[in-house]
Nanobody
C-alpha cells in the first residue's frame, strides 16, 4: 500500500501549484483522505480533508479560500490546488488516508513533497 505525493516545487508568492496524491496497492475510494504539512522546526499541521465521495471538505483557516481539495476515485488520486501562495505555505506536504484533522486519524501516509514559496 503506497501513497505517492507529487507536484511540489519552488514558486513565487501569489503563484499556484497543484499537488497530486496517487494511491496504489489498494483502493481508497471508501476512505477519507487529507493533506497535512510540516514546516521546518514545526509540528505537522492539518491542511484539508475530503470525504470518501468528495462531497464534504474541511480546510484549515490559514488556507481557506486559497486551497481546494478534490479527488478522482476512478484514478485513485487526490489533489490539492493551491492558489495565492504565501511564504508561510512553505513546508513539506503530506497526503494521507483516514479522517479528521489530526495526524492520529490517518493510517496511511505518503512520503511528502516540498513546496517552497519565495517572497
Amino acid at each position: 500500500v503506497q501513497l505517492q505525493a507529487s507536484g511540489g516545487g519552488l514558486v513565487q508568492a501569489g503563484g499556484s501549484l497543484r499537488l497530486s496524491c496517487a494511491a496504489s496497492g489498494r483502493t481508497f475510494s471508501n476512505d477519507g483522505m487529507g493533506w497535512f504539512r510540516q514546516a521546518s522546526g514545526k509540528e505537522r499541521e492539518f491542511v484539508a480533508v475530503i470525504s470518501w465521495n468528495g462531497r464534504i471538505t474541511y480546510y484549515a483557516d490559514s488556507v481557506k479560500g486559497r486551497f481546494t481539495i478534490s479527488r478522482d476515485n476512478a484514478k485513485n488520486t487526490m489533489y490539492l490546488q493551491m492558489n495565492s501562495l504565501k511564504p508561510d505555505d512553505t513546508a513539506v506536504y503530506y497526503c494521507a488516508a483516514g479522517s479528521g484533522r489530526t495526524p492520529e486519524g490517518y493510517a496511511y501516509w505518503g512520503q511528502g513533497t516540498q513546496v517552497t514559496v519565495s517572497s
